[in-house]
């Protein structure tokens, strides 16, 4: 782990070949949005998966780093 300030992040990530992504990254948010039906509703599960993606995020990078290969695949 290397820390480092805004700036120094930014340069450094400017030296990534990173992906762009372009468009809609969530297309069905208007269908979330729509159902607030309080502890039934769509917002719940909704909160539920971005946690849940967001820590796959997180060990998928941890995994970059210690050099183990983490596919979707192996995410279950």
Same mark, same amino acid.
């Given at each position: 782990m290397v820390f480092a300030t805004p700036l120094e992040f930014y340069r450094e990530l400017e030296k990534e070949d990173l992906p762009v992504i372009k468009g809609t990254l969530d297309p069905c948010d208007v269908c979330y949005n729509s159902a607030f039906a309080g502890a039934r509703g769509l917002w719940k599960l909704r909160i539920e !998966?971005?946690?849940e993606l967001r820590q796959a995020e997180m060990w998928s990078v941890v995994a970059g780093k210690t050099e183990v290969s983490l596919? !979707?695949?192996d995410i279950g």
């Amino acid at each position: 782990m290397v820390f480092a300030t805004p700036l120094e992040f930014y340069r450094e990530l400017e030296k990534e070949d990173l992906p762009v992504i372009k468009g809609t990254l969530d297309p069905c948010d208007v269908c979330y949005n729509s159902a607030f039906a309080g502890a039934r509703g769509l917002w719940k599960l909704r909160i539920e !998966a971005d946690r849940e993606l967001r820590q796959a995020e997180m060990w998928s990078v941890v995994a970059g780093k210690t050099e183990v290969s983490l596919q !979707a695949k192996d995410i279950g």
